[in-house]
């Protein structure tokens, strides 16, 4: 199999497989931009017993979760436990503190916390009472619409991962692709309409 450009752009690609391509090289770039370029700037400290990444006058400890907002709490949860996710919790947000931190008003919601098997990555998962969901326009936006709603997996088996999800209500937007001799590819239409993304390496 020839090895083709960097952008994906060989014969027979599709263009949401050289959307994924790409998306995985702009992630290399921007670490090599961001951290190892500027690494004689960037140092780590540890306050508290945390270990802190310092870029100029900017702090951050972690990227803690993403938020998606379903209409269904308990599918969700057994949407993304069939991927392999673990929930790590449930509870309720309420009261004046949640009405000021998202900017609505009477904000009642039951959320569940899942978390990827080695601990590292979240999802929180909300299902509001009050005030009501708003749903998006469109209803299930394609994979070049403007904002967050695609999030990644890696996975060891993505047949296997596709059948199972299937069970579940998920839908190809495409088919399984392959990248040269290293990735697997595809995206799914999960919960509430958000595009799961899955990639399984294989060399």
């Not at 009261?95 to 929180?124: C, F, N, Q, Y």
Request: hydrophobic letters at 45%; charged letters at 20%.
């Amino acid at each position: 199999m020839s090895s083709g450009s960097l952008d994906g752009s060989g014969p027979g690609r599709s263009p949401s497989l050289r959307s994924a391509i790409v998306q995985f090289w702009a992630i290399a770039c921007c670490a090599w931009a961001r951290v190892i370029r500027p690494a004689h700037t960037a140092f780590f400290s540890t306050t508290g017993g945390s270990a802190l990444f310092k870029l100029g006058d900017m702090t951050i400890q972690r990227m803690d979760n993403v938020a998606i907002v379903v209409e269904d709490l308990d599918a969700a949860v057994a949407f993304f436990t069939e991927l392999g996710m673990e929930l790590e919790g449930k509870g309720q947000v309420e009261g004046l503190w949640a009405d000021r931190t998202v900017g609505l008003d009477g904000v009642r919601s039951d959320i569940a916390m899942m978390r990827t098997p080695d601990g590292h990555s979240k999802l929180e998962l909300t299902k509001y009472h009050t005030p009501a969901a708003v749903g998006a326009e469109p209803e299930n936006p394609s994979p070049n619409t403007l904002g967050l709603h695609r999030v990644m997996f890696a996975v060891d088996d993505i047949d296997d991962t596709v059948a199972r999800l299937r069970a579940h209500g998920a839908e190809l937007l495409g088919e399984v692709a392959q990248y040269e001799s290293i990735f697997r590819l595809c995206y799914l239409r999960g919960p509430a309409g958000i595009i799961v993304a899955l990639a399984e390496q294989i060399s």
